[in-house]
């Protein structure tokens, strides 16, 4: 054991570069949705704050026109679809398409034009037309809110890198039922695959 921080670690071995914010941005959230804005459902932790942080980047993205995608974690009213992600946490399975649990929440609610990505595993890319929808927009960098930090958020930030858009992680703009892997992940994920910054810093860089 060393004296060495975690921090001048990875630092030394050359992680935690900064992203630039080039080109389009986009937006995406990841299953801000009520089932995760209800600690007895599967929300919890510092999940609400996040979801009313988002809702005036919601706004910014809109007047600015950027292309903003939702997700929605919706598995067929039979069960059919089920999969290892179901076999973990089996309650998924009552996420259905005309569930409550399911809808995104109100306060967030997508309006025409925007995407709205149906998905049955952690990631908004795997499986789904998101990359080619934001190809087709010209985005570039995705700024990313939503929940959970440790599950669905960073799933879709490592697949987002490797098609290769540039993600901004909104630090108070994504939460997790437990804070130990919402702070973890973020730290993770700004030394590896994304930007990471709170709402009010993006805002500063955009302007």
Not at 51 to 58: D, K, M, Q, S
Not at 109 to 118: A, D, K, S, Y
Not at 119 to 142: D, E, I, Y
């Amino acid at each position: 054991m060393t004296s060495e921080t975690r921090e001048s670690t990875y630092a030394r071995q050359g992680f935690g570069n900064d992203l630039e914010i080039e080109g389009r941005i986009g937006l995406l959230i990841v299953d801000f949705v009520n089932g995760f804005a209800d600690r007895e459902v599967f929300g919890g932790g510092n999940i609400a704050e996040a979801i009313e942080h988002t809702v005036p980047v919601l706004r910014v993205a809109r007047e600015r026109r950027w292309p903003v995608a939702h997700s929605r974690i919706v598995y067929a009213d039979d069960g059919a679809d089920a999969n290892v992600f179901s076999l973990k946490v089996p309650t998924m399975l009552t996420m259905k398409e005309h569930t409550h649990n399911s809808a995104i929440v109100p306060q967030l609610t997508p309006v025409e034009g925007e995407l709205v990505v149906r998905k049955n595993v952690p990631s908004a890319f795997f499986g789904t037309s998101l990359a080619a929808w934001l190809a087709m927009r010209g985005v570039q960098t995705l700024v990313v809110a939503g929940a959970v930090t440790s599950g669905c958020v960073r799933a879709s930030v490592v697949d987002a890198m490797q098609y290769g858009l540039r993600p901004v992680v909104l630090s108070d703009c994504v939460g997790d039922r437990a804070l130990g892997p919402h702070e973890a992940n973020l730290f993770d994920m700004a030394q590896k695959y994304a930007a990471v910054m709170t709402s009010t810093e993006l805002l500063k860089r955009i302007r």
